[in-house]
C-alpha cells in the first residue's frame, strides 16, 4: 500500500500590506483592539482586477510543482479548497487547471467548501487516493480572497479585522517508504452551528433556514433575485460570525481533535516536533498550546502578518515553517483547524 508523502509546498501573499491604522480609516477600530483580541498586526489585500483566488492558488503551486522537482503536466488531480471562489460556478479547480496550463483533460479537479478546516479536508481526499493507488502527484490548494467581500463599515468590524488573503499549495505524492508521510487524518462536522459562521447571501436558499426576512420571489421579468434589498440594507451579503461562541468552540475543539490524531499513532503531545494551527486568532493558538503544555517554539504562528486566511492558513504557515528551518526529515508535525459549518480537523505527518 502506497503512503502520502509532502513532495513541495508554496506559498503566495499579494504585495499590498494593509496595516491595522489602514482599517481604522474606515471603521471605528484600532490597532490596539485588534492586536489585544487578534494578534493581528497587517494583512494582505489581493489587487482586483489583476489578481483572483485561482491567480493566487496558481503562485502557490508554481512553487509547490517546482519543489516537487516535477511538471505542472505531471499533476493527476487537483483540490482546491476556497470559500471565495473566482465564480459561484464553475469551481476554482478547473480554473486552476487552466492557469497552470495543465491541457491533460485526464485528471480531475474537485473543489471543496469545508472553510477554516478545507486544507485538512483536503490533505484527508488526497491520502486516501493516494493510498488506493489511484493517483501519485495530487496538487492541493488552499486560497482566500476575502478582501473582496467584507464589510469595511463599522458594523462589519469584528469580522472584517481578521481576514486577509494568499494561497498554499501542497504536492501530495506516492511513497512506498513505510511510517513517512501523512500518518493519519481526522475529520469532524455539526451542521446545527451552520449560521453562527457564515456567508449566508447571496444563496439558493430561498428563505428555507428560517431567513424568511432575507427572501424576496424571483422576479421573472428581470432575473432571479439572489440579492434582495433587503439583504443589501441590512448588511446580510456579508460574512457574519457569532465570535465568542466559535471562539469557545474552537479552543474546545482544536486540542480534543490533536489528541484524537495522537492516541491513534500511538503518541503523546511531548512527540509533537511542530504544531502548525489553523491561523483562527492569536488567542485561540495560545489557549489551545497552555492546554496542550507545549513550549512556545513548537507552536507555529504568523497570523501576526497574514491575519486569518481560512483554507490558506495551514499550508502558509506550514511553508513559511518549512523555510525558515523548522520542519526537518523526520519530525512529527500535527495540523489542526477549527472553523464554519462548524468543521474541524487534525493530521499527523512525518515528515
Ligand atoms: O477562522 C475561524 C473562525 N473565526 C475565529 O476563530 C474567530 C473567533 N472569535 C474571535 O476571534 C473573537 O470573538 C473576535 C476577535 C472576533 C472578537 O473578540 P471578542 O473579544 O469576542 O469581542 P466581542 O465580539 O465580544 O466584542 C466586544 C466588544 C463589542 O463592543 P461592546 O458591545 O462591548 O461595546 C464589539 O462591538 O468589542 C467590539 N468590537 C470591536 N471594537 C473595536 C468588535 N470588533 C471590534 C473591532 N474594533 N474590530
Redesign the pocket.
Known amino acids: 500500500m502506497f503512503q502520502s508523502r509532502i513532495g513541495g509546498i508554496g506559498f503566495y501573499v499579494p504585495e499590498r500590506v494593509v496595516t491595522n491604522e489602514d482599517l481604522a480609516r474606515h471603521m471605528?477600530?484600532?490597532d490596539q483592539?485588534?492586536q489585544e483580541?487578534?494578534g493581528i498586526k497587517e494583512r494582505r489585500y489581493a489587487e482586483g482586477g489583476k489578481e483572483s483566488t485561482s491567480s493566487m492558488g496558481a503562485n502557490a503551486s508554481k512553487i509547490a510543482i517546482e519543489r516537487a522537482g516535477i511538471e505542472a503536466s505531471d499533476i493527476d488531480f487537483i483540490i482546491f479548497a476556497t470559500l471565495s471562489p473566482d465564480y459561484y460556478f464553475p469551481g476554482s479547480g478547473v480554473l486552476l487547471q487552466r492557469e497552470l496550463g495543465i491541457t491533460n483533460t485526464e485528471i480531475g479537479a474537485l473543489d471543496i467548501r469545508n472553510q477554516?478546516t478545507g486544507f485538512v479536508y483536503g490533505l484527508s481526499i488526497a491520502d486516501q487516493y493516494i493510498k488506493t493507488g489511484m493517483y501519485k502527484n495530487i496538487l492541493l490548494v488552499g486560497a482566500e480572497f476575502h478582501s473582496m467581500g467584507l464589510d469595511y463599515s463599522t458594523r462589519g468590524?469584528?469580522i472584517s479585522?481578521?481576514f486577509g488573503d494568499g494561497a498554499g499549495a501542497l504536492v501530495l505524492q506516492a511513497t512506498e517508504e513505510e511510517g513517512s508521510g501523512i500518518l493519519t487524518t481526522h475529520l469532524h462536522s455539526n451542521g446545527n452551528f451552520a449560521e453562527e459562521?457564515a456567508f449566508i447571501s447571496p444563496g439558493a436558499h430561498g428563505g428555507y433556514h428560517g431567513n424568511e426576512e432575507m427572501y424576496e420571489f424571483p422576479d421573472v421579468e428581470f432575473g432571479g433575485m439572489f440579492i434582495t434589498e433587503t439583504m443589501l440594507k441590512e448588511g446580510l451579503t456579508f460574512p457574519n460570525?457569532n465570535?465568542?461562541l466559535?471562539?469557545k468552540n474552537?479552543v474546545r475543539k482544536f486540542p480534543e481533535v490533536i489528541m484524537e490524531a495522537l492516541k491513534k499513532t500511538g503518541y503523546d503531545p511531548t512527540d509533537i516536533d511542530l504544531l502548525v494551527p489553523?491561523q483562527?486568532?492569536l488567542?485561540?493558538s495560545e489557549f489551545v498550546q497552555r492546554i496542550m503544555k507545549l513550549p512556545s517554539e513548537k507552536v507555529f504562528n504568523n497570523i501576526q502578518k497574514y491575519g486569518?486566511t481560512?483554507a490558506a492558513s495551514i499550508p502558509i504557515a506550514l511553508c513559511e515553517a518549512w523555510e525558515s528551518g523548522l520542519v526537518k526529515k523526520g519530525d512529527l508535525i500535527c495540523l489542526a483547524a477549527?472553523?464554519?459549518g462548524f468543521t474541524w480537523g487534525s493530521a499527523l505527518i512525518r515528515w
Do not use: E, K, P, Y
Request: charged fraction near 15%; include cysteine; glycine fraction near 6%.
Open positions: 471605528d477600530t484600532s483592539w485588534i483580541r487578534t477554516c468590524r469584528n479585522v481578521i459562521l460570525m465570535g465568542q466559535v471562539f474552537a489553523h483562527a486568532n488567542r485561540i486569518n481560512t477549527f472553523g464554519s
